[in-house]
């Protein structure tokens, strides 16, 4: 079967088409002044500040006791599990998740 260049679809151009005035009652097409950009810096760093705020709730006083637990278990999985040192392990998770949530 043959694709004939007919049968597909016309390009479209991108160029853009220029008007040109012929009689002298029309006035010439103005072009408006562009506005300032920001910088890309400037727009990455708004985004950020917005995608964090709306990205990070505070959480529930129930989802904060569940984190830090989470994270004792950890810190005593990291030391075999030896007695004697649960509210060490507490203390250091509750330090944290605060830190990691509160900056």
């Known amino acids: 079967m043959e694709i004939s260049s007919d049968s ?3 390009k ?12 002298a009652d029309e006035p010439a097409a103005v072009k408006k002044p562009r506005a300032a950009r ?3 810096a400037a727009k990455t760093a708004a985004a950020t500040e917005v995608a ?3 990205a990070t709730p505070e959480p529930t006083p129930e989802a904060l006791g569940s984190m830090i637990a989470t994270a004792a ?4 999985a990291a030391r075999n ?3 004697g ?8 998770a509750e330090r944290a998740v605060h830190a990691q949530l509160y900056g």
Request: hydrophobic share 40%; net charge positive.
């Open 38 to 40: 920001k910088s890309p």
């Open 52 to 54: 964090v705020a709306a």
């Open 85 to 92: 040192h649960e509210l060490d392990d507490w203390l250091e």
């Open 73 to 76: 278990y950890y810190l005593a």
């Open 8 to 10: 597909s679809p016309a």
């Open 12 to 23: 479209r151009s991108r160029a853009k088409l220029k008007l040109a005035s012929n009689s």
């Open 81 to 83: 599990f030896s007695p």
